[in-house]
């Protein structure tokens, strides 16, 4: 749902890169391109960034009752 702060696997601070991978997205880059300018390079950060999925916007659309 949101990326965690740290890589569970290697504990490499992920979580502020976030908003520049999703940037660098929309902006036509592919995400090798843009996880290379971000200069995460293991293989555990990668997987973090390529697995998840984004369902906060979805989310937050539900009210509580």
Do not use: N
Not at 10 to 23: E, F, L
Not at 27 to 53: H, M, N, P, W
Request: hydrophobic share 35%; glycine share 6%.
């Amino acid at each position: 749902m949101i990326i965690p702060v740290r890589c569970i696997t290697c504990g490499r601070v992920i979580g502020d890169k976030w908003q520049p991978y999703k940037d660098y997205l929309s902006q036509g880059k592919t995400a090798k391109e843009a996880l290379d300018i971000l200069g995460i390079k293991s293989y555990c950060c990668r997987t973090a960034f390529l697995s998840q999925v984004d369902l906060l916007e979805d989310i937050s659309k539900h009210k509580k009752a």
